[in-house]
């Protein structure tokens, strides 16, 4: 895994790694979105239960996303609208719904 992480209030993370959405019905401009984000660097929010697994807020949507250790990739788990009814999961098997 090319990713760096940096201990700030939050952790962060920072990688050119290439993203691969789960489900291909994914908007490219928010795919673009999150891969930007991440090649300049961005603040995650760790799944306490699954370890490689991050909440990633870019401007108004909210990205799932899995960072393997023994692979150079990122996968794209699930997105949503961030401010709506759904808020990301801190934790438990319903985390990994899919709105797209």
């Known amino acids: 895994m090319n990713a760096t992480t940096c201990l700030k209030t939050s952790p962060w993370i920072k990688t050119s790694d290439p ?3 789960m489900n291909a019905s994914i ?3 928010h795919l673009n979105a ?3 984000a991440l090649t300049a660097g ?3 929010d760790p799944d306490p239960s699954r370890a490689g697994f991050y909440d990633v807020q870019v401007d108004s949507r909210w990205f799932y ?3 393997p250790r023994n692979l150079s990739r990122v996968y794209l788990i699930s997105s949503f609208e ?3 009814e759904r808020q990301p999961l801190r934790s438990g098997p319903d985390r990994m719904y899919t709105q797209w």
């Open 19 to 21: 993203v691969v959405p």
């Open 27 to 29: 908007d490219l401009e």
């Open 34 to 36: 999150l891969r930007a």
């Open 42 to 44: 961005v603040s995650v």
């Open 65 to 67: 996303i899995h960072i």
């Open 82 to 84: 961030a401010g709506g």
